[in-house]
């Protein structure tokens, strides 16, 4: 599966549900808010984008580390 989102393109990533003890998993965790070329997607947006899991974890471990 294409992800329709560019992984360049995000900024000011906020996720929420991370447990570091379930690392490198992080089975809980989400994205709550994020901006995307220049604006802040909407709550559904944010939806695809979580079902997004391999970009979810990408953004994830460019967020933790």
């Given at each position: 599966m294409t992800s329709?989102?560019?992984y360049k393109l995000f900024t000011d990533v906020t996720f929420e549900g991370v447990?570091?003890?379930?690392h490198p998993d992080y089975c809980n965790a989400f994205i709550a808010s994020a901006e995307y070329d220049g604006r802040?997607?909407?709550d559904e947006e944010l939806d695809e984008l979580n079902e997004?899991?391999?970009l979810l974890y990408e953004l994830l471990i460019?967020?933790?580390y």
């Open positions: 329709k989102f560019d447990d570091h003890r379930d802040y997607l909407s997004d899991t391999d460019d967020n933790l």
